[in-house]
């Protein structure tokens, strides 16, 4: 089956929005379909800063949490 996992962040915190994906991706042994990044940006934000979003697209028997 296909699954989507969704990591939400800051647009300067990339590094560590990577190494979350990249633990969560070792740690369940994902099959990695495809990984999409969104940024967005809201003009009155308090921290002046955008949300950053992983989208990745992985096969497994059920979701991996």
């Known amino acids: 089956m296909v699954f989507v996992k969704t990591f939400k962040g800051y647009e300067d915190r990339v590094q560590e929005m990577d190494k979350a994906v990249n633990e969560w991706i070792q740690a369940?042994?994902?099959d990695v379909i495809d990984i999409k990044a969104?940024?967005?940006h809201e003009v009155e934000s308090r921290a002046r800063s955008g949300d950053l979003?992983?989208?990745v697209l992985y096969?497994?028997?059920e979701p991996i949490e």
Do not use: E
Request: no cysteine; aromatic share 8%.
């Open 28 to 30: 369940g042994n994902a």
């Open 53 to 55: 979003v992983y989208v």
């Open 59 to 61: 096969r497994a028997a």
């Open 38 to 40: 969104v940024l967005s």
